[in-house]
């Protein structure tokens, strides 16, 4: 069993910048890939940014790509999500999750992907 509990959301204005974090549980994170997902009020759940176990492959949604990193430090279990000049449209339900490595790059362009376990969500919202 994963535990995955996201923080760091909040309130900001466009422009700003936030940085999520997701603590995982387990002795064997440094194995994990991870990702982080977003939903919209509204909206489906749409993935955001990827990275693999070892760090080394990283991948991000267009819409996002340029204006957010994703990054882990295996140490200390932990994946973040460094968001700068935040827009209203990146205003959602920000949830972190892990799986397979194809079942994360599936997630770009499908909604036919599974997860093997989520987070329970940090909310960001930009105002204009």
């Known amino acids: 069993q994963v535990q995955l509990v996201e923080s760091g959301g909040g309130l900001v204005q466009a422009g700003g910048s936030l940085r999520l974090s997701c603590a995982a549980s387990?002795?064997?994170?440094?194995?994990?890939?991870m990702g982080w997902f977003r939903q919209a009020p509204g909206k489906g759940r749409e993935f955001v940014a990827a990275?693999?176990?070892?760090?080394?492959?990283?991948y991000y949604a267009d819409s996002v790509k340029g204006r957010f990193t994703i990054s882990r430090d295996n140490a200390k279990n932990t994946v973040y999500l460094q968001m700068n000049n935040l827009k209203p449209e990146d205003t959602a339900v920000y949830y972190c999750?892990?799986?397979?490595?194809?079942?994360?790059?599936?997630?770009?362009?499908?909604?036919?992907?599974?997860?093997?376990?989520w987070g329970k969500g940090t909310l960001v919202t930009v105002s204009p």
């Open positions: 990275i693999s176990w070892s760090g080394g492959s990283t």
């Open positions: 387990g002795r064997t994170f440094s194995s994990y890939n």
């Open positions: 999750a892990t799986g397979r490595l194809g079942a994360l790059l599936a997630a770009r362009s499908s909604s036919n992907y599974s997860m093997d376990y």
